[in-house]
């Protein structure tokens, strides 16, 4: 890269890397990496705070989340993560309808503890 790329690259830098050529240089390189490694890195972190929401959602209804996907995994239903997840926190009677399908197709948490239903009490996330 050329004087005038760097210096572009390093707009916002703090002390001399943003205007002396060579300390540039080095921030920018090392500021690419960071950014090419945690492209990938926030893929795995979405990832596991979807399954953090699925997991939480599945609790409420006495199933835990390997039991669910698996479940859902025998029943053919395809639905993602991501889109689990959504459910999960913004439909909860339409992840209830999942659960339940889940757990018919696989009923692995028998000694599980069911919480008690209360009449005009809605648990939300």
């Known amino acids: 890269m050329n004087k005038k790329e760097v210096l572009k690259l390093a707009k916002g830098f703090r002390g001399r890397a943003k205007n002396c050529i060579r300390i540039a240089r080095e921030r920018v390189e090392k500021a690419l990496q960071y950014s090419y490694r945690?492209?990938?890195n926030k893929k795995?972190?979405?990832?596991?705070?979807w399954i953090?929401?699925?997991?939480?959602?599945?609790?409420?209804?006495?199933?835990?989340?390997?039991?669910?996907?698996?479940?859902?995994?025998?029943e053919n239903v395809q639905l993602n993560r991501k889109v689990l997840s959504e459910l999960s926190m913004h439909e909860p009677y339409s992840f209830k309808a999942l659960v339940d399908v889940s757990h018919s197709a696989f009923p692995g948490n028998k000694n599980a503890i069911v919480p008690s239903k209360k009449e005009g009490l809605a648990i939300v996330l």
């Open 38 to 40: 945690d492209r990938r």
């Open 52 to 74: 953090q929401r699925i997991n939480a959602g599945t609790r409420q209804h006495g199933v835990n989340y390997g039991n669910f996907m698996h479940g859902l995994m025998k």
């Open 44 to 49: 795995r972190d979405m990832r596991s705070l």
